[in-house]
């Protein structure tokens, strides 16, 4: 299913509501156990599995770990994961800030002027962006 077609109609489907159990019950917990190394290059390399990477995990735990090399798609689908879930939290993180300080957050419009675009005709900014885009 493309994640257009999700809405507050069919998220939950059978799956039931999310219980939530992060700040008292108001918040979610990211849970991932994933490392991607160099996804553009053939040989890249995929880390993934309930395995927390610590002596515990690989001594005393059940824990399952795969190591996928070699597999650019799937590296670069777990990469733009890993991005998102990223920017996500940093959205966040910037708007509470702004918050904090009594300033304007993000009205949520696009920008009427081509200012925007300053840093990355400059170089500044757009190194992750030239990197996947090389």
């Not at 998220?11 to 991932?32: K, S």
């Not at 990223?86 to 419009?109: C, L, P, V």
């Amino acid at each position: 299913m493309r994640a257009a077609r999700i809405d507050d109609r069919t998220i939950l489907g059978d799956l039931g509501a999310e219980r939530f159990t992060a700040h008292n019950g108001i918040g979610a917990i990211i849970h991932d156990k994933l490392v991607v190394i160099d996804p553009r290059s053939p040989n890249c390399t995929v880390i993934l599995g309930s395995h927390n990477l610590g002596f515990k995990a690989s001594y005393s735990n059940d824990e399952n770990l795969l190591i996928v090399t070699g597999d650019q798609e799937l590296a670069a689908a777990y990469a733009v994961h890993i991005l998102d879930v990223y920017d996500h939290y940093r959205f966040r993180a910037i708007e509470t800030e702004r918050q904090r300080k009594g300033q304007k957050g993000w009205s949520g419009f696009i920008e009427e002027n081509d200012r925007w675009q300053k840093g990355y005709v400059q170089g500044r900014k757009g190194a992750l962006m030239r990197y996947f885009a090389r």
